[in-house]
């Protein structure tokens, strides 16, 4: 107890009332105690002001991991200081030994189980970020706990003489038994990680694939599947292989593209006047309609002479694929009435599709 007389008397006093079998428990105890203050103090005094100082920054990792840490940090110290303490017990040295084992498969446990918490949050904060290729999927977030779960169990194991290399070699002809049990569901998760690894798709592109019933927001890639939210609110499930397989496009990477609006007209028009009035016709709903680029003048295309008529299709640049079906809506509806008020006949009602931009 140092040079304090007072800290003396006191402890000698405690030593004097104890039975002589639990006096060697009493330095450990002391000093076990004292650890617990000192965690006590550090949880309500240094990582409270740590809390205020990650609230002020902007990005959500520090917030994360000192928010992890904060739940942690007395029982830590408290299995910290025990592992060390066990060795002045009065016990045999194989006792000793056991208990440290115990204790510090106890802190494995509790360290792991922190980081696979954090680690799992801050992935799927990185994910959030337009900048994030590989986080913020389930998939992701899976295969990263996994992975911790499994260091966190062979270093236990390892603590009680253990060892996973003869376990892992024995699986060797039953894991391909399970290979080919389970062939599907591995193909899924290789093709939900080649998708994200590859970075083709990220949580929130909006994709569509080739077969023209399937499109949406990516809102999550599970080891199974990704699912993707229509414009109409509908989730929509597609198994990872599948979606590997299929011709996609993702808007995402390229928001700009072009609204394609396919019109008719008569034989006897003059294709250069019909050409000059659609032109001029886009470039007014450009300045009235939000979304249309200014920048990008029109292109109008004489196609063919069809059965019915002249065919013609117009191409105009748009901002966001999300404007698309407004935008080709009101185009189509200041299309009909222009050509009507020029008095250019239209022998059938137009008909517009969607084409990425070039």
């Known amino acids: 107890m140092g040079d304090i007389p007072f800290l003396n008397d006191l402890y000698m006093a405690i030593a004097r009332a104890l039975p002589r079998a639990l006096r060697g428990y009493l330095d450990p105890a002391l000093v076990l105690i004292a650890a617990a203050v000192i965690g006590v103090v550090a949880r309500f005094t240094l990582f409270r002001w740590l809390k205020r100082l990650t609230a002020s920054t902007t990005r959500p990792y520090d917030d994360i991991i000192v928010t992890g840490l904060t739940g942690r940090v007395i029982a830590w110290t408290i299995l910290g200081t025990l592992y060390v303490q066990i060795e002045e017990l009065p016990w045999r040295p194989r006792m000793i030994a056991w208990a ?4 510090a498969a106890m802190l494995v446990v509790s360290v792991t189980l922190v980081l696979m918490r954090m680690v799992s949050a801050l992935v799927h904060a990185y994910g959030q970020t337009r900048a ?33 290399v003869p376990a892992i070699t024995a699986l060797g002809i039953g894991g391909l038994a399970v290979a080919l049990a389970f062939q599907d569901t591995l193909a899924n998760v290789f093709s939900g990680l080649n998708l994200t690894l590859s970075r083709q798709i990220r949580v929130g592109d909006y994709v569509e694939l080739d077969t023209g019933k399937f499109e949406g927001f990516v809102v999550d890639i ?18 990872n292989k599948k979606l590997a397989e299929t011709v996609m496009i993702n808007y995402t990477r390229d ?31 450009a300045a009235v309609l939000p979304g249309i680029r200014g920048d990008a003048p029109a292109v109008v295309r004489f196609r063919e002479f069809g059965d019915w008529g002249l065919e013609w299709k117009a191409f105009v640049e748009i901002l966001n694929f999300q404007d698309r079906f407004f935008l080709r809506h009101a185009l189509m509806k200041r299309l009909h ?14 008909v517009a599709s969607l084409t990425p931009r070039s």
């Not at 440290?100 to 204790?103: H, M, N, R, S, T």
């Not at 009435?337 to 137009?350: F, N, Y």
């Open 100 to 103: 440290q084992d115990i204790v």
């Open 132 to 164: 994030a290729g590989v986080g913020g999927t389930t998939l992701v977030r899976y295969i990263a706990t996994v992975l911790l779960l499994f260091i966190g169990v062979a270093s236990v194991l390892a603590l009680f003489g253990v060892s996973v």
């Open 222 to 239: 599970g080891w199974r599947a990704t699912a993707l939210r229509s414009l109409t609110g509908l989730r929509v499930f597609i198994p």
């Open 255 to 285: 928001p700009g593209m072009s609204v394609e609006l396919a019109f008719r007209t008569n034989f006897d028009v003059d294709p250069e006047r019909v050409e000059a009035v659609v032109l001029d016709e886009v470039v007014q709903a």
């Open 337 to 350: 009435r222009r050509l009507h008020a020029e008095q250019i006949a239209v022998p059938m009602a137009g």
